[in-house]
């Protein structure tokens, strides 16, 4: 009787942790146009919100399913202009289609163009499934500036969202009341993919994605598994595109190039692909850098790539992976022991991240500026790129600041070593 009052309790408590979570992510998305109350803060959230989605569909795909797609943004794009056109086509009179559905109308899109191409590119798996995803891009990129009465060419198409039936006396004509309509579906959709990866064919995707014979071997087709993933992943690539259509009233061939395949590659491995929480972490970070190192400097791209050539050697399990990897020292009580160590290694990578930011920043300057213009503005204070002085400071900030870090970085993976160690010995 009394083990069986423990279980019920431990089933109990983990099941309102588990519902405390969605709670908890619903008030805080309830309360987020509060603390951030302006235009542009709204215009970045709504972003964010239609990313997050976008990843974690595309961590459907290569996360659980071990497939590399270099055109996961065709169901992302397509779900947008099937979204955009319905809102032209049914927008006005009693045919009018209610805003809220126009997201479910670029997910069907997504998931009828998801079973067309997937119903040939999933017979296969590795390099030859990535080959295929590339083409399907091409072939759609390409075919956006073709026919022009569907994708309406460089131009694209619009439309107009308060036409849609209002529902409530929302007619969907400000941002906020846009920022809400994505974060139900943001939430709604993140709870739906995190259900499917519970269910047994999300768990045989990660089966197939490890180990595809030994899958077939116990009765599965990884055929099979793959195209279901595949066909889900389209249709919530596809309610992003839709939200996408709401939200900027516009769809251009942009949304359906290669470049926004690589992006959502990028958010989704920089947040880390092993885990369900990673492409979430990496559409925020890939939207704030967008959003707003785009508005301080020219070339944030090249710190994003930096970014993501960093993760790549360093951290291969992402942002989300390197969070994990703490776990077993937060477990323990632990993590205190880390302030310190970590303290200094940050405060020497700063050090090093302003010497090498200030070198790229005055290379651009002196490399690609108008003649005559020879000041920059940088970190609240202005340099003189023709001088000597900046040149010399921030190269001793980066050349000091790397050789700093070879000194204290082995310290902090020492405390994190003996943390996680005892953490683990604590826990056997």
Not at 70 to 80: D, E, I, P, R, S
Not at 161 to 181: E, H, K, P, S, W
Not at 328 to 345: S, T
Request: proline share 3%; charged share 10%; hydrophobic share 55%.
């Amino acid at each position: 009787m009394s083990v069986a009052i423990a279980t019920a309790a431990r089933s109990t408590a983990a099941g309102a942790r588990r519902y405390g979570l969605w709670i908890t992510t619903a008030l805080l998305l309830a309360g987020l146009p509060q603390a951030f109350a302006s235009p542009i803060a709204i215009a970045v959230l709504n972003k964010m919100g239609i990313a997050i989605i976008f990843a974690l569909s595309y961590n459907m795909l290569l996360g659980q399913g071990g497939m590399l797609s270099f055109g996961h943004a065709v169901y992302f794009g397509l779900g947008g202009f099937i979204a955009m056109h319905a809102l032209r086509l049914l927008g006005g009179g009693p045919a009018a289609l209610p805003v809220p559905l126009l997201p479910l109308v670029g997910g069907l899109a997504g998931l009828a163009f998801g079973a067309l191409f997937g119903s040939f590119s999933t017979n296969r798996a590795g390099t030859v499934f990535a080959m295929i995803s590339l083409g399907i891009g091409e072939l759609i990129a390409s075919s956006s500036l073709i026919f022009k009465g569907f994708f309406g060419g460089e131009e694209g198409i619009s439309g107009n969202r308060t036409r849609g039936l209002a529902i409530a006396g929302l007619n969907f004509a400000t941002d906020v009341q846009v920022y809400y309509l994505i974060a139900a579906w943001a939430l709604l959709a993140t709870a739906l993919m995190y259900a499917f990866s519970r269910t047994p064919v999300g768990r045989m995707a990660n089966a197939v994605r490890d180990n595809p014979e030994r899958a077939e071997f116990v009765g599965y087709s990884q055929r099979t598994v793959r195209f279901v993933s595949f066909c889900a992943g389209g249709f919530f690539a596809g309610i992003a595109g839709g939200l996408l259509a709401v939200n900027y009233e516009i769809v251009t061939e942009e949304t359906v190039n290669l470049v926004t395949s690589g992006n959502v590659l990028v958010m989704a491995y920089i947040g880390g692909v092993g885990y369900f929480v990673g492409p979430i972490i990496g559409a925020i970070i890939f939207t704030l850098l967008q959003s707003l190192l785009s508005d301080y400097t020219e070339i944030w791209l090249l710190y994003l790539g930096i970014l993501f050539l960093a993760t790549v050697l360093f951290v291969p399990t992402g942002f989300a992976g390197v969070l994990m990897m703490h776990e077993p020292a937060r477990r323990a009580g632990r993590l205190h022991r880390l302030a310190l160590p970590y303290l200094a290694a940050g405060a020497v990578a700063l050090g090093t991240a302003v010497g090498v930011v200030g070198l790229l920043e005055m290379v651009h300057v002196w490399s690609s500026a108008a003649t005559g213009r020879t000041r920059l503005r940088i970190f609240w204070t202005s340099v003189d790129v023709a001088r000597a002085a900046p040149w010399l400071v921030f190269a001793a900030l980066a050349v000091g600041g790397v050789l700093a870090l070879r000194r204290v970085a082995p310290r902090a993976a020492a405390a994190f070593g003996e943390a996680t160690d005892r953490g683990q010995g604590a826990a056997r």
